[in-house]
């Protein structure tokens, strides 16, 4: 582990692993920078890969109060590690973190999003308007497992009686740990529209994939895609949204390679 220091003097852990140009990995959802460790080690052999612990998570600070531009000075902070520049590659929200950062003028110079979640149409229900601040309310009232069932059938659409399930598994008490930092997705999320104008401003190259399972991701990739003005489209047919490490990182070397030719 190794650490920056963002603008606010808060302190961002990062792993970096191989050779290369630098990459940074970051997934969505209530997780640490361990998630992105198998995306990382394959692309280690053609790039350096770093894999970061967002502000409120793992071994990052958390200085209060939370501020999204501040999510942006950390990646910043990190870049500036990385040499200035690097490619990006966001699995679900992280890519939205990523495409957020691009329209901000952050050192991304060829940019890579697994299924944008973002809500465009009538293929899935609407985030309910009070979401984050329900989120908040069980914050306080300490039910940190209520917040990552309400993330999952809310934002993410998954059916009741599937999260039941999921609440039994091994991993549950790890995003229970992380719960409060779903108030900062969703501080990034807004109402989980697509931002068009911001998205319209990204002139950077990117690749947009997704897996062709769930209806109103695909038809997001494909809002994305359209409305980005220097885009790429990919489809990983039969991957599931927490897709396979196996399945994505040859598309991303064989992307991120392109960059040199």
């Not at 220091?5 to 997780?31: E, M, N, Q």
């Not at 984050?132 to 998954?158: H, P």
């Not at 062709?212 to 991957?239: D, F, I, Y």
Request: hydrophobic fraction near 40%.
């Amino acid at each position: 582990m190794q650490t920056v220091t963002s603008k606010d003097g808060t302190t961002i852990a990062f792993d970096r692993t191989g050779t290369g140009p630098a990459v940074i990995a970051l997934s969505g959802g209530p997780l640490d920078r361990t998630a992105d460790a198998p995306v990382a080690s394959l692309l280690a052999p053609h790039f350096t890969v770093y894999t970061y612990d967002r502000r409120g998570r793992g071994d990052s600070g958390d200085t209060q109060p939370y501020a999204l531009d501040r999510e942006f000075e950390d990646l910043e902070a990190l870049i500036a590690e990385a040499g200035g520049s690097v490619f990006f590659y966001g699995s679900s929200g992280g890519g939205v973190l990523g495409l957020e950062a691009a329209a901000r003028g952050l050192g991304i110079t060829r940019l890579a999003m697994w299924e944008p979640p973002y809500v465009v149409d009538d293929s899935r229900p609407p985030v309910p308007d009070d979401y984050a601040r329900r989120l908040s309310q069980m914050l306080a009232e300490g039910r940190r497992g209520d917040m990552v069932e309400l993330f999952f059938t809310e934002a993410v659409g998954l059916p009741m009686e599937f999260v039941a399930q999921l609440r039994s598994s091994p991993f549950w008490g790890s995003m229970e740990d992380l719960a409060h930092s779903l108030i900062y997705d969703a501080a990034l999320m807004g109402d989980f529209s697509m931002p068009a104008e911001r998205i319209a401003s990204v002139s950077v190259p990117t690749l947009v994939i997704d897996g062709g399972l769930t209806p109103w991701l695909h038809n997001s990739a494909e809002a994305v895609a359209r409305t980005l003005p220097n885009a790429r489209r990919a489809a990983l047919e039969g991957q599931p949204h927490n897709v396979a490490p196996e399945a994505i990182t040859p598309v991303l070397i064989e992307y991120f390679s392109q960059a040199g030719a």
